[in-house]
């Protein structure tokens, strides 16, 4: 919990930037966790194509990781922008 900011007109104003805030922090986790999982499927698919000698699978699997690296990334960004 944060302590109230000075500045702000009333409890209301402050309870409302509060909330958005707290919004964004679980919008921001909830894109970590899809990215995670995304990354994992890939890996799943890029083993089971390897296993049954499917390149396009094992290919899928490999840019479905790749893509969730970037993702990763993008989100490391933002955790430093805000701080």
Same mark, same amino acid.
């Given at each position: 919990?944060?302590?109230? !900011?000075? #500045?702000?007109? =009333?409890?209301?104003?402050?309870?409302?930037?509060?909330?958005?805030?707290?919004?964004?922090?679980?919008m921001g986790t909830d894109d970590k966790i899809d990215n995670k999982a995304?990354? /994992?499927? #890939?890996?799943?698919? &890029?083993? !089971? #194509?390897?296993?049954t000698d499917d390149e396009e699978l094992e290919a899928e699997g490999q840019?479905?990781?790749?893509?969730? =690296? !970037?993702?990763?990334?993008? &989100?490391?960004?933002?955790? !430093? /922008?805000? #701080?």
């Amino acid at each position: 919990m944060r302590l109230p !900011v000075a #500045g702000y007109r =009333n409890a209301w104003q402050q309870a409302y930037l509060l909330s958005t805030d707290e919004r964004i922090r679980t919008m921001g986790t909830d894109d970590k966790i899809d990215n995670k999982a995304e990354e /994992f499927q #890939g890996k799943a698919k &890029e083993t !089971v #194509g390897k296993a049954t000698d499917d390149e396009e699978l094992e290919a899928e699997g490999q840019t479905d990781q790749a893509k969730s =690296n !970037v993702k990763q990334a993008g &989100e490391k960004i933002k955790d !430093v /922008f805000k #701080g």
